[in-house]
């Protein structure tokens, strides 16, 4: 069983920052790929950062400049930097590990519960 918990949700002000992790924990032989997506109410998720294995990366457009994901293939963690938040940035953001190797051959895809981010104008 793999688990990912998010954290570094809260109330940030518009133009200010905040920093989300991600830790994966319980029986896990590898994580490829790990993504941030996010939620907003009444609308659809949406993918917003995603980092492979590698370090290698890919933004939204709506985040470019602005976000920066990272992980830390140690700590099976990874994070989002986000500078510069706008209101239209509330949302519950949530991380999600598509391949999760969980022994010889075999991967489950993991969602974590999600932290919320408001941000106030």
């Known amino acids: 069983q793999v688990q990912l918990v998010e954290s570094g949700g809260g109330l940030v002000q518009a133009g200010g920052s905040l920093r989300l992790s991600c830790a994966a924990s319980?029986?896990?032989?590898?994580?490829?790929?790990m993504v941030w997506y996010r939620q907003a109410p009444g609308k659809q998720r949406e993918l917003v950062a995603a980092?492979?294995?590698?370090?290698?990366?890919n933004y939204a457009d709506f985040v470019k400049g602005r976000f920066t994901i990272s992980r830390d293939n140690a700590k099976n963690t990874v994070y989002l930097q986000m500078n510069s938040l706008k209101p239209d940035g509330t949302a519950v953001y949530l991380c999600?590990?598509?391949?999760?190797?969980?022994?010889?051959?075999?991967?489950?895809?993991?969602w974590g519960q999600g932290t919320l981010v408001t941000v106030s104008s």
């Open positions: 319980g029986s896990i032989f590898s994580i490829d790929a």
């Open positions: 980092i492979t294995r590698g370090g290698s990366t």
């Open positions: 999600n590990a598509p391949r999760a190797g969980v022994g010889p051959y075999s991967y489950v895809e993991v």
